[in-house]
């Protein structure tokens, strides 16, 4: 089984700083893309930022220049640097990763269970 655990969201002020992470557990051969999306309530669920195994990364438009995601693959671990963060940043927010079981299993997306991150004074 693969498990995919997040960390670091919580309440925060406007303006402020949190740092989610995500760690993926269980029989893992290899892993592509990492990604992190968000799901306000009432809203549809969106890709936040992704970063590829060559490191290339793309951001929503709403996040670029505040957010910054980052992956350590020994610890087949993604990252999710927020600053500056505003109220309409408020929702869950759920790790993905696309990754292989073994060397013969073609890649499948695995989801975390997702982190509430609230912005508010």
């Known amino acids: 089984q693969v498990q995919l655990v997040e960390s670091g969201g919580g309440l925060v002020q406007p303006g402020g700083s949190l740092r989610l992470s995500c760690a993926a557990s269980?029989?893992?051969?290899?892993?592509?893309?990492m990604g992190w999306y968000r799901q306000a309530p009432g809203k549809q669920r969106e890709l936040v930022a992704r970063?590829?195994?060559?490191?290339?990364?793309n951001y929503a438009d709403s996040v670029k220049g505040r957010f910054t995601i980052s992956r350590d693959d020994a610890k087949n671990t993604v990252y999710l640097q927020m600053n500056s963060l505003k109220p309409e940043d408020t929702a869950v927010y759920s790790c993905?990763?696309?990754?292989?079981?073994?060397?013969?299993?073609?890649?499948?997306?695995?989801w975390g269970q997702g982190t509430q991150v609230t912005v508010s004074s």
């Open positions: 993905t990763m696309r990754l292989s079981r073994t060397a013969y299993v073609i890649a499948n997306d695995y």
């Open positions: 269980g029989t893992i051969f290899s892993i592509n893309a």
């Open positions: 970063v590829a195994t060559g490191g290339d990364t």
